[in-house]
């Protein structure tokens, strides 16, 4: 059974070697069509994290602002959500709703993300998923509000992270990844995919 940290179920170990090697297989596959890109904040910063997507639906920031789009910003359409990844949401999540978009951040040593909410989804009465590849990762969870106490959980290749209820509007971010921690990826990092659903329900 997962782990219940303030309404964030952690499964810790859902994923085998095997499957993350094939995981980390499909996520090449999907950037080789919509290569990371390192996103700039609406203020002007350049995120240390870089992403891409796959599915109808990718998330991009620019100076306009944060929004889900379906064109990667150099233009072409967004890959399909590998079959393996549909199979996770399948298992932790729902049979009947898929997901219209999965998030692929790329940790590189040193790559962060600030505490924040997920509320750009039109729908939030589906959880996000997340699936953790690579590196070590310092994941903490706060409150639906802003401030107040945080936990903290390191997140491990092959943890599986479900937000839903009361947690799928709360503050996270990850806070720091242990360098080559993991033999995932020969030259280090950490890949993490999020689920998502984006358009409101039938
Ligand atoms: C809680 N990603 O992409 S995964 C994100 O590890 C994001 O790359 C982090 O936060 C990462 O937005 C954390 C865990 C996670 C993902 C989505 C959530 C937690 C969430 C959505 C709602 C609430
Ligand atoms: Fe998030």
Request: proline share 6%; aromatic share 8%.
């Amino acid at each position: 059974p997962p782990l219940n940290i303030r309404g964030f179920q952690v499964y810790k170990g859902f994923l085998d070697r095997a499957a993350q090697d094939e995981l980390v297989a499909q996520a090449r596959q999907v950037a080789q069509d919509a290569p990371f890109f390192s996103p700039m904040t609406p203020s002007g910063r350049t995120m240390s994290v870089r992403m891409t997507s796959a599915g109808r639906l990718g998330w991009v920031t620019d100076r306009s602002g944060y929004r889900y789009q379906a064109a990667h910003p150099k233009g072409q359409g967004w890959p399909e959500i590998p079959e393996q990844i549909l199979e996770i949401w399948r298992g932790v999540a729902s049979k009947e709703r898929m997901p219209d978009s999965c998030l692929m951040n790329f940790y590189g040593e040193g790559a962060r993300m600030g505490m924040h909410q997920d509320k750009d989804e039109g729908d939030f009465s589906w959880p996000v998923v997340s699936v953790s590849l690579g590196d070590d990762a310092l994941f903490r969870m706060g409150n639906p509000e802003r401030g107040g106490s945080t936990e903290s959980v390191w997140l491990t290749s092959g943890d599986v992270v479900v937000m839903g209820g009361d947690a799928r509007l709360s503050y996270h971010g990850i806070d720091r990844i242990r360098f080559q921690s993991s033999s995932l990826l020969p030259k280090g990092g950490r890949i993490n995919l999020t689920l998502r659903v984006v358009d409101q329900g039938d």
